[in-house]
């Protein structure tokens, strides 16, 4: 059983489109965030969600929509992609308060804008 | 300023030899977590060691330790007795206080390889 899954794992698609990745874990998990990893492998937080609410907006652009419609679940949906786009897109889950609070990856959705 | 550096860009080790992976942090909080991530080639991020800013004894895991010195600020990844599947990139993570949200903020990363 995985326990945090994305999908897809693989996109590609066009400049302009819209697109979104799923994203689920069956941890019992409070909160879960999206991470972007660059072409320099770098790893950035964009967004994290506590029980369906935003509490973190790292000053991604509003093309990028995160919408959590349960705990278990945290989606991003893209709109209007740009080449600029293009990285691996990491969910992650964690508990919010507690201990190390230690987060758990997702396997990643590598997009790929042309 | 950076929170988290990572100076080492590669590193090289032989099969069966430990390896030491450095990683420096900046924060002005007394309550922060320090962590450290396996990215192999197949893409996927795993956990591997987590320390705790009053954490007194350092962290282990297996054949993982963490060397954490907290005057120093620097929590560096140890590795013992080396494994060809230990070659990927190694991350290190630091979480600080509550009121951050708890996000993790990530060095640059350092791809370790392992030769036979």
């Known amino acids: 059983d995985t326990a945090v899954s994305q999908t897809p794992k693989y996109l590609v698609t066009q400049m302009g489109n819209d697109k979104s990745i799923k994203c689920e874990q069956n941890?019992?998990?409070?909160?879960m965030y999206w991470y972007k990893q660059d072409s320099k492998k770098f790893l950035k937080i964009m967004f994290s969600?506590?029980?369906?609410?935003?509490?973190i907006n790292e000053t991604v652009p509003n093309r990028f929509s995160p919408k959590s419609p349960d705990k278990a679940h945290l989606n991003l949906h893209i709109n209007s992609l740009e080449l600029g786009d293009s990285a691996v897109y990491f969910c992650a889950s964690s508990p919010l308060a507690g201990g190390p609070s230690i987060q758990y990856f997702g396997a990643g959705t590598r997009l790929s804008v042309l | 300023a950076q929170k988290i550096t990572q100076t080492q860009p590669g590193m090289f080790v032989q099969e069966k030899e430990a390896v030491t992976l450095d990683c420096t942090y900046d924060t002005s909080d007394q309550s922060y977590g320090l962590f450290w991530y396996k990215q192999p080639s197949s893409g996927e991020m795993i956990f591997l060691i987590y320390q705790g800013s009053y954490d007194e004894q350092n962290a282990t895991e297996g054949r993982y330790s963490l060397n954490f010195q907290k005057a120093r600020k620097s929590a560096n990844l140890v590795i013992s007795a080396s494994q060809l599947g230990d070659s990927a990139m190694y991350f290190c993570a630091m979480r600080e206080g509550m009121e951050y949200g708890n996000k993790l903020v990530f060095g640059a990363g350092t791809i370790l390889r392992v030769k036979s």
């Open positions: 941890l019992g998990h409070d909160t």
């Open positions: 969600y506590n029980n369906k609410e935003l509490i």
